[in-house]
C-alpha cells in the first residue's frame, strides 16, 4: 500500500461524510500535515499520511507538537483501517 493510496482514500472517506480533505500547502513553513480535513458543523482536524509502518520527519514531528499544543485534532495515518476512526475523532464534539 503506497502513501497516496491512503491519502486517496481518506479522500473518499472524507467526502462520503459530507467533507472536504485538502491538499494543505503552506510556502515558507515545512513540514506541515498533508491533509486539511473539513467537516459538516465546522469540524476540523489535520491528517499526516505515511506509507504503512513509516513514521514522520522531526520536523513534521514537531508541526504536530505544536500544532496538537494550539489544540487543533492532528492525526499520523500509515494504513486505511485507521482512517474511519480518525474521521469519527474529527466529527465528534469537543
Do not use: W, Y
Not at 467526502?15 to 503552506?26: E, H, I, M, Q, T
Not at 515558507?28 to 514522520?56: S, W, Y
Amino acid at each position: 500500500m503506497r502513501e497516496r493510496n491512503i491519502e486517496r482514500r481518506l479522500a473518499m472517506e472524507t467526502l462520503k461524510r459530507g467533507g472536504v480533505a485538502l491538499k494543505f500547502v503552506s510556502p515558507g513553513c515545512a513540514g506541515v500535515p498533508d491533509r486539511i480535513v473539513m467537516m459538516p458543523k465546522g469540524k476540523m482536524g489535520f491528517a499526516e499520511l505515511k506509507a504503512p509502518h513509516q513514521k514522520p520527519r522531526p520536523l513534521q514531528e514537531r508541526r504536530i507538537r505544536q500544532m496538537r499544543a494550539m489544540g487543533f485534532k492532528v492525526f499520523v495515518i500509515d494504513g486505511i483501517e485507521q482512517i474511519s476512526r480518525a474521521l469519527d475523532e474529527i466529527e465528534e464534539d469537543s
